[in-house]
């Protein structure tokens, strides 16, 4: 990953040097230079933007898929609780004794380790 943002780096930093080794007289980049500065533009699109949303994307589709009854999760409104029953889109979190919501699946953010509620 660090090679790879050390070559976009070095791409971007010939850009200037191809804008001055042009002709006095030019007007604008080559094609070549548009070129080179449209595939640097992606590459700096996908490696920033796209690849690590599609990643968290999967991680959290994952996340969703293996939840189980007795597993402790933290919702995205911070809620913290233990799963007491498990449907397709939603899911039913106890979040003290004798107190359960029932929630979407999406809500959660992230699973929790066994025993941590008991820690809290």
């Keep these: ?3 790879i943002k050390l ?3 070095g791409l ?3 850009m200037p040097a191809l804008a001055v080794a042009q002709d006095a007289g030019a007007q604008g ?3 070549m230079g548009q070129i080179i500065f449209f595939a640097g533009f992606i590459l700096i699109f996908y490696f920033l933007i796209w690849r690590p ?3 968290r ?3 959290h589709k994952a996340l ?3 939840l189980n009854k007795g597993d402790e999760v933290v919702t995205s409104g911070g809620v913290a609780g ?3 029953k498990v449907s397709d889109d939603f899911i039913v979190l106890e979040v003290s004794d004798n107190v359960e919501i029932k929630i979407q699946k999406v809500a959660v953010a992230a699973a929790l380790p066994k025993g941590t509620l008991k820690d809290i």
Excluded: D, N, P
Aim: aromatic fraction near 0%.
């Design 7 to 9: 070559l976009i780096v």
């Design 57 to 59: 994307a999967k991680e």
């Design 29 to 31: 980049m080559s094609v």
């Design 12 to 14: 971007l930093s010939l």
């Design 53 to 55: 949303q599609s990643k």
């Design 82 to 84: 233990r799963i007491t």
């Design 64 to 66: 969703m898929s293996g």
């Design 1 to 3: 990953m660090k090679s």
